[in-house]
Nanobody
Framework: QVQLVESGGGLVQLGGSQGLSCTAS????????MGWFRQAPGKEREFVAA????????DYAESLKGRFVISKDSAKNVVFLQMNSLKFEDTGTYYC????????????????WGQGTQVTVSS
């Protein structure tokens, strides 16, 4: 099992930037890729971005390309999500997840999840 702890959420102004981090511990050797998902009130959890553990391959939700950047520090088992030009619709709970295999766009592929961190975009 992998334990994931997110940090970095909070209140951010419209158009501003916010960085999130996710630290993995436990059976990290089982991880092949990690992803970020988010969930707004009353909406389903949606894919944000993912990154391979063994390469620099990344992927993003189409609507977020150019604004969000996922990166990692493999030595420290940390994955980051840099969010720029934030919009009201970016408000939600952001979750970090780890997976061994599957389609990284699908939440069902992920075996372990963090507790989530709230991001609120305000004016």
């Amino acid at each position: 099992q992998v334990q994931l702890v997110e940090s970095g959420g909070g209140l951010v102004q419209l158009g501003g930037s916010q960085g999130l981090s996710c630290t993995a511990s436990g059976r990290t050797a089982d991880i092949n890729f990690m992803g970020w998902f988010r969930q707004a009130p009353g909406k389903e959890r949606e894919f944000v971005a993912a990154i391979s553990r063994h390469s620099d391959t990344t992927d993003y939700a189409e609507s977020l390309k150019g604004r969000f950047v996922i990166s990692k520090d493999s030595a420290k088992n940390v994955v980051f999500l840099q969010m720029n030009s934030l919009k009201f619709e970016d408000t939600g709970t952001y979750y970090c997840a780890a997976a061994h295999k599957g389609d990284w766009h699908l939440s069902t592929s992920y075996d372990d999840w963090g507790q989530g961190t709230q991001v609120t975009v305000s004016s």
